[in-house]
């Protein structure tokens, strides 16, 4: 689980297949805060949505960068920028 430095409080669950889900208030949101799926290789072991991480100033600019392997088990990591 991964705490945004936003001060929200929110928990951010990583699924294998590609998918942020957000624990809020003590339950889960039913809309993924991020879904790659179409992009996430996760079929063999240590392949999938690996990593999250923050930017230090994400509450004032919504960067954060996730680190997967493709379809083809390459490394990715991409920057993404979160809504308001």
């Known amino acids: 689980m991964h705490c945004a430095v936003d001060g929200s409080g ?4 990583l699924e294998k297949v590609g998918r942020i889900r957000v ?12 879904d790659i799926g179409d992009r996430v290789g996760s079929s063999a ?15 004032d600019n919504g960067y954060f960068y996730v680190n997967y392997t ?5 490394t990715v ?7 308001a």
């Open 23 to 34: 624990v809020q208030n003590g339950g889960l949101l039913p809309t993924p805060f991020l």
């Open 77 to 83: 990591v991409s920057r993404f920028t979160a809504g």
């Open 45 to 59: 072991n240590e392949q999938g949505l690996l990593g999250l991480a923050f930017h230090p100033r994400f509450r």
């Open 10 to 13: 929110r928990l951010f669950l």
């Open 70 to 74: 493709d379809g083809r088990g390459n």
